[in-house]
């Protein structure tokens, strides 16, 4: 299966909630954590090459940097969770090193409080997670790793399972000075090895991939504050500001000084800034074992 990387459900680092009428989504992967739960009709969904025609009252995981996608094939309505990975820590901690024999739930194996965290969630604004919805959404992640049964990682999972591994362990170290060096150490494979499968499934070599990491995360720290260049360039894990410039013209062309200069800005130039941070940006990850 082909997919891509939906780089814009990971840049706004906001949960999303939303009913959905007849979706149909191609593989892609992210990541943040997406929960899809039928209300009405039915819909195939794929996570990680498992393929199931799901009812109404069953739900769908898929975790970080797994690959999904939806079908469906007559009509469907369905709600569409998004969660930032980074806000449910626990959850990540508890998963690591392990995945759900089946990332499907069907009605009758979850309680009652499952669709009563996702109505009071759709009544939420998105634009941030205040301790009350974070409360609700704890309840959901509970609840699946309540009822969905738990397998080790084994060594012979696949390529793709490896890549996916990798992309977790990036997400959360990119900002540290992370090495191809680093990751064949973690990992237990040759360096080489390492690199050819990378840049065979991910589409690009290494360096770039983790400095499209740094650069986005920069991006939202110059949105969000008023630290010095060299300041967010230090926190986005970047060894120095000539590097990051480079790094950041390259995704988003434009320089970050222009970047601050312009954003949210009433002008023409500041509205087509603003546009090249909500573009869809895609990386392809190729999930044949």
Known sequence: MQAYFEHQ??????????????????????????????????????????????????????????????????CSRTIFLIIPADTVEFYRRFLEK?????????AGSHSPELESALSFLRKYDCSSLSP????YICVILGILLERLTLQPDRADMGTGNL????????????????????????FGYNRSY??????EYIGEGFSAYVNQLRTRYA???IQTSDAPMAQIAELAGFSNTRSFNRAFLQLYKITPLSYKKHKSSPTEMGRQVDQ??????????????
Not at 49 to 59: F, K, M, N, S
Not at 98 to 106: A, Q, V
Not at 281 to 288: E, F, Q
């Open 98 to 106: 392990r995945h759900f024999e089946s990332p499907f739930l069907y």
């Open 132 to 135: 009350v919805p974070m409360g």
């Open 163 to 186: 890549i996916r591994r990798i992309l977790v362990y990036l997400d959360r170290h990119y900002r540290e000075p992370v090495t191809m060096q680093t990751l064949a150490g973690v």
């Open 276 to 289: 090249l941070f909500q573009v869809y940006s895609y990386t392809p990850l190729s999930d044949t074992e």
């Open 9 to 74: 459900r990971d840049d706004d680092q906001l949960f999303h909630i939303e009913m959905k009428e007849n979706d149909r989504c191609p593989a892609h992967f992210h990541s943040n954590i997406e929960l899809l739960y039928v209300v009405e009709g039915e819909i195939d969904v794929t996570v990680n090459q498992h393929t199931q025609r799901l009812p109404a009252g069953a739900l769908a995981v898929s975790n970080s940097f797994d690959v999904h996608a939806y079908h469906t094939p007559a």
């Open 194 to 199: 390492l690199s050819r499968v990378f840049n």
């Open 219 to 221: 991006a939202r720290l």
